[in-house]
């Protein structure tokens, strides 16, 4: 099933998608990443505890909503308001940053709060209709497994079984941050600055050899 009514978040790489992101300093703390019960692999990237310390990359513009490494989110305290009226569902342990520089054109004190949340996972890719190709056959059926990822042709979901929810992740592609079209339409009306959306069929990676 081809979705063209979610997008997906970019981390980096985008046109016009200017850096944007948070980096944690040394004195953050990391938690224990959930394994898989059936293959024992890291089902997640590990995620930051509170206090978090760090610097804001922010190279043209201070964004309200961005893909951060490991299937998070970085979002303003302006998004976070419109994600709480709209009744946004997808994320999960959200916690405050303490930024401590901006590389960029900013000042500390022209910042909004920011936050970081894990996203939840919340459909499966269809494989075949999405070009999905890994390393091996074989398949995990708990947590979809299937080899180091060679490359994606675009982002289909296997018909039924995305969740619903605004935010979501689909546990094959995990480090990629999927939005419902409702969602795109909540932070166009609130004019939230959302860096790097682009509709799920014209998502791809590719990480074979370019002969
Ligand atoms: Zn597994």
Known sequence: MISPDTF??????????FEFDFFESDGSNLAEPETCPSCDRFVDLLTLTEPISGNLVAEKS??????HLGGEIVFSAKARKEFNKHQVTGIKNVRKLGILEVEG??????LDEYFLAQVSYGARIDRI????????????????YSGIIEGVDRIALEQGSWSGADFFRVRE?????????????????????????????SFSLSFEPDW
Request: net charge neutral.
């Open 173 to 201: 592609l995990s480090g990629v941050v999927l939005m419902s079209a409702r969602l795109v339409q909540i932070c166009t009306d609130a004019e939230l600055k959302v860096r790097c959306m682009l509709p799920s069929h």
């Open 62 to 67: 201070l964004y309200d909503l961005s893909a």
């Open 105 to 110: 054109p900013f000042q500390i004190h022209e």
């Open 8 to 17: 997906a978040l970019k981390n980096g790489g985008c046109i016009n998608g």
């Open 129 to 144: 209709g999405s070009g999905f190709r890994t390393t091996s056959a074989q398949l995990c059926d708990i947590c979809g």
